[in-house]
């Protein structure tokens, strides 16, 4: 299985950008998909994620009201959609898949496949 993230880039605080990940190698029916983000010297945290099964999301607080997950099931990927962006949000995301859903979606060591990151970076 291979994830392949893109969409990021230099913004001004207050834009908005699209990511998206492609998932190849099988078809993600069931499980979940979470995008996570990283900023220099942090950890790895949660911003997003979709159930394939009935399209049920969950956001982190930081990002509630701002961003949107969504997917696309019949091209296998899954989008994130950022308003609002804000300096905070600077970070390489990252979009994860888990092949049965876990209620610790939340949790990057619960997923299985990684996608190698897209830059995201807001100026203030």
């Known amino acids: 299985v291979q994830l392949q993230a893109s969409g990021g880039g230099l913004v001004q605080a207050g834009g908005s950008l699209r990511l998206s990940c492609a998932a190849s190698?099988?078809?993600?029916?069931?499980?979940?998909m979470g995008w996570f983000r990283q900023a220099p010297g942090k950890d790895r945290e949660f911003v997003a994620a979709i159930r394939y099964g009935d399209g049920n999301t969950r956001y982190a607080d930081s990002v509630k009201g701002r961003f949107t997950i969504s997917r696309d099931n019949a091209r296998n990927r899954v989008y994130v959609q950022m308003n609002g962006l804000k300096a905070e949000d600077t970070a390489v995301y990252y979009c994860?898949?888990?092949?049965?859903?876990?209620?610790?979606?939340?949790?990057?060591?619960?997923?299985?496949?990684w996608g190698q990151g897209t830059q995201v970076t807001v100026s203030s």
């Open positions: 994860a898949a888990r092949s049965v859903y876990s209620v610790k979606y939340y949790d990057p060591k619960q997923y299985e496949y």
């Open positions: 190698g099988r078809t993600f029916s069931s499980g979940v």
